[in-house]
């Protein structure tokens, strides 16, 4: 059966990979002039499966009041933004219970272990290059009492594989030299064993590179208005030049996905939530990090990426705005120079690329995964802030749905109408 897969970013390009490698036909159809160019292009280079919590844990209603006054806040809420997210943000609020919470973080966990098992195995396979490193994730905190809430996460996790280490300070400048500069500073730390980093848009581009060499279509610069259905049956995708003709459809365009599905009646709760980043060069005489570093108070992480360093951070409510608020690349700035004060004396703050990109947030903080009520209308989005780390392992736990295999995880916590 032929495929069409709408978006070209790391949930697309890896959708379609796991549909090749099964044997199906696949087109592919991306709104920009090239794959990765969006939510995918200079996000934080994590995979994180130590991440799986959802934004919305308990206290967060306070969180995001007290946000629309503070300027620095890492979540904030705009006051603008709020009109178009009160449906969304109902079931926001609903779902930040301490059990839903503590529910959807096993579910994301579970998604996300498995999701880094297949990507190995596939950055192996296919001998993709794109700065991948396999060292973990470190995060520091300035007192105890900050560590327990990570902790207590962490720990209950650690029944279903979760593998991590505490550290005093002295273990985690051991671990990361990098942070020596700010020793007396650091309470604790924890390192996270099965993290991951490497540049997203390099791995898009490695797929796209892959997907073209085994004769896949990848159409770009295609504005796609819509969906067609008849008798309950997807049958065409509507561009602004053309409607094609298709059998099975999978939309996974991220923040655009909500309003696409809409053009064929189905509905999922999918927001966006814009995040920043900042990339500067490292000195060929400056020796960088050699593992990405979060600051828990902060909510923002450090990420080295070759001969770049990344710092990226924070969850802003405003709707489909990417304009760059210079004052949250400054607190970025500020972060970096705060955990590694030594490097970033040598860097050259004139370089500095800023970027910002809306990630596609679901309610529950759980993505969207599977069929629809339409025969033939699949659905891959709404990963947030875990889009790389669960990518390749949600590609296949759709492709396994379509192709009728069994599943190596339960697919229902992932269900589109749950």
Known sequence: MN????GGGLLGLSTAMALLERGEKVRLLERCAD??????????????????????????????????????SAMKLRLRAVPALLP?????LRNSSSDRYLRACRQNFELARYSMLEYQKLATRLNLDFYAANRGVLA?????????????????????????????????????????????????????HDDASGDAHLFCQGLKTKLLASGV????????????????????????????????????AGVHSAA??????????????KGYSVTLPLPQSVRGPRIPVLDDAMHA??????????????????GFD?????????????????????????????????WAGLRPMSSDGKPYIGSTTVDGLFVNTGHGQLGWTMATGSAQLLADLICGTPTAIDPAPFRVGR
């Open 140 to 192: 520091v905190f300035r007192s105890d009492a900050a560590m327990q809430a990570r902790l207590a996460v962490s720990t209950q996790l650690a029944e279903a594989g979760m593998c991590f280490s505490v550290l005093d300070a002295e273990a985690a400048v051991a671990t990361e030299p990098a942070l020596a500069g700010i020793h007396k500073r650091i309470a604790a730390a924890i390192h996270f």
């Open 217 to 252: 279509a990848l159409d770009f610069n295609q504005s796609i208005r819509g969906l067609k259905v008849k008798n309950q049956r997807i049958c065409a995708v509507e561009t602004a030049t053309e409607i094609i003709p298709a059998e099975r459809v999978i939309v996974a």
């Open 260 to 273: 696409l599905l809409k053009t064929a009646s189905i509905s999922v709760s999918v927001q966006p939530v």
């Open 88 to 92: 969304w943000g109902i079931r926001f």
């Open 35 to 72: 794959a990765g160019l969006q939510t995918s292009f200079a996000n934080g280079g994590l995979l994180t499966p130590s991440m799986p919590e959802p934004w919305n844990g308990p206290g967060v209603l306070g969180q995001l009041a007290a946000s629309l006054f503070d300027k620095h």
């Open 3 to 6: 495929t069409l897969i709408i």
């Open 301 to 318: 992480v450090v990420t080295p990426l070759g001969n770049r360093l990344r710092a990226v951070g924070t969850a802003e409510f405003n």
């Open 322 to 354: 990417t304009h760059i608020d210079r004052g949250r690349i400054d607190n970025l700035m500020r972060v970096l120079k705060s955990l590694m004060p030594d490097i970033d004396a040598h860097l050259d703050h004139a370089l500095a690329l800023p």
